[in-house]
């Protein structure tokens, strides 16, 4: 794959999780992050342990904002990330599964629980993933860059070349020439 779980996709996971604690959780005061008491606290607390690169610490605050609002997609988000920056690729889809299961049309969820399968060796799952995730939001065209890589390294390069194509359409910068042998 062009970019494993621990770049892009997990970049755009935490860009994710910063533009959600600065646009929709409530703001942070320094006691509310040192005496955690409702789901946005604690939520927050994960959120900064996880932009400090804590993702150990930061799951189990993210599981007890979870405790105190269970319907929270984006704490099962990004305890997906942390697994997935730990390496703990079969964990982080999980995560990813039960984010889906609160919000099935959640196109970040599938794309992440398909990069996370993806690392598995899981593709047949990773590529379902990686379709839904584009049939729900087919504007993204770095999602449409890593359904093209998995589709490449499985051998399929007709199919890895429209998925290229899909992206070149969306993204200038994406380069349609790209070799489809290993």
């Not at 600065?22 to 946005?40: D, F, H, L």
């Not at 999602?143 to 890589?149: L, S, V, Y």
């Amino acid at each position: 794959m062009r970019n494993k779980i621990v770049g892009y996709p997990a970049m755009l996971a935490i860009m994710i999780v910063i533009l959600t604690v600065a646009c929709a959780k409530p703001a942070a005061s320094s006691s509310s992050i040192s005496n955690p008491k409702t789901a946005a606290d604690w939520y927050n607390k994960g959120a900064i342990l996880m932009g400090n690169n804590k993702f150990q610490d930061a799951i189990p605050a993210f599981q007890k904002a979870l405790e105190l609002d269970p319907k929270d997609v984006d704490s099962w988000k990004n305890i997906g990330v942390c697994y997935a920056e730990m390496g703990n690729y079969s964990e982080a889809a999980s995560a990813y599964d039960s984010a889906i299961q609160i919000k099935p049309d959640d196109p970040e969820s599938w794309h992440e629980k398909g990069a996370a399968l993806a690392q598995t060796g899981r593709t047949d799952d990773a590529l379902a993933a990686y379709s839904k995730a584009l049939d729900i939001y087919p504007y993204q065209a770095g999602w449409w860059m890593d359904k093209g890589d998995l589709l490449k390294k499985l051998g399929r390069a007709s199919e890895a070349q429209q998925c290229y194509q899909k992206a070149a359409q969306l993204d200038e910068g994406v380069d349609t020439d790209k070799p489809l042998t290993q």
